[in-house]
Nanobody, 129 residues
Framework: QVQLVESGGGLVQPGRSLRLSCATS????????IGWFRQAPGKELEGVGC????????YYGDSVKGRFTIDRDNAGSTVYLRMNDLEPEDTAVYYC??????????????????????WGQGTQVTVSS
């Protein structure tokens, strides 16, 4: 049974950092892309970035490029979203997700939530002073 569980959200001041975790189970992490998404109140779901299963290449949306980093615990089954220099505009519920199939590269996928079939429950990140 495929499962993804996010954790690590919370309230943080602008300019500070936060690390989200996505604990996976029921599949081999190195065979699948993992994407991170977020949804702010009243806005559509937005692709934050993704990491490939095999080569661990990463891709990011323009709004977070240079501030956010995705990496993976190769010894286990956890994917991380490290967020630096947080801004109030980063306030959202953050989700990790996995596609149905073993896509090779997520460069053209991470902005398409409909390509992802398995989702976590989300974790709230609030950036405010």
């Amino acid at each position: 049974q495929v499962q993804l569980v996010e954790s690590g959200g919370g309230l943080v001041q602008p300019g500070r950092s936060l690390r989200l975790s996505c604990a996976t189970s029921g599949f081999m992490l190195k065979r699948y892309i993992i994407g991170w998404f977020r949804q702010a109140p009243g806005k559509e779901l937005e692709g934050v970035g993704c990491i490939n299963g095999r080569d661990q290449n990463t891709y990011y949306g323009d709004s977070v490029k240079g501030r956010f980093t995705i990496d993976r615990d190769n010894a286990g089954s956890t994917v991380y979203l490290r967020m630096n220099d947080l801004e109030p505009e980063d306030t959202a519920v953050y989700y990790c997700a996995r596609p149905t199939s073993q896509l090779v590269d997520c460069a053209n996928t991470f902005n398409h939530p409909d390509e992802f079939s398995f989702w976590g429950q989300g974790t709230q990140v609030t950036v405010s002073s």
